[in-house]
Nanobody, 115 residues
């Protein structure tokens, strides 16, 4: 079992920045890839960024060059630095942890970007 708790969401103006954190606990040594997903009202949950245990990253085209995912294995924490935020980035952001046989999700944190 892995527990994930996101934090760092909030209300920010167009062009602003936020850093999301996801603290993992439990069987963290079994975690392979971790990622950030988001879900806007009326839309499906979508991938924002992924990072493997080796540090390889992958981003959605819509956030490339603006967002950066990172992982501090010593602190069991995943981060998402979000810069140049746009109203279309408004969504609930979820942290996900992939183990060999299971996937775990956090409860989500709201990010709202005002114009």
């Amino acid at each position: 079992q892995v527990q994930l708790v996101e934090s760092g969401g909030g209300l920010v103006q167009l062009g602003g920045s936020l850093r999301l954190s996801c603290a993992a606990s439990g069987s963290t040594s079994s975690i392979n890839a971790m990622g950030w997903y988001r879900q806007a009202p009326g839309r499906q949950r979508e991938l924002v960024a992924l990072i493997t245990s080796a540090g390889s990253t992958n981003y959605a085209d819509s956030v490339k060059g603006r967002f950066a995912i990172s992982r501090d294995n010593a602190k069991n924490t995943l981060y998402l630095q979000m810069n140049s935020l746009k109203p279309e980035d408004t969504a609930v952001y979820y942290c996900k942890a992939d183990l060999t046989w299971f996937t775990f999700w956090g409860q989500g944190t709201q990010v709202t970007v005002s114009s």
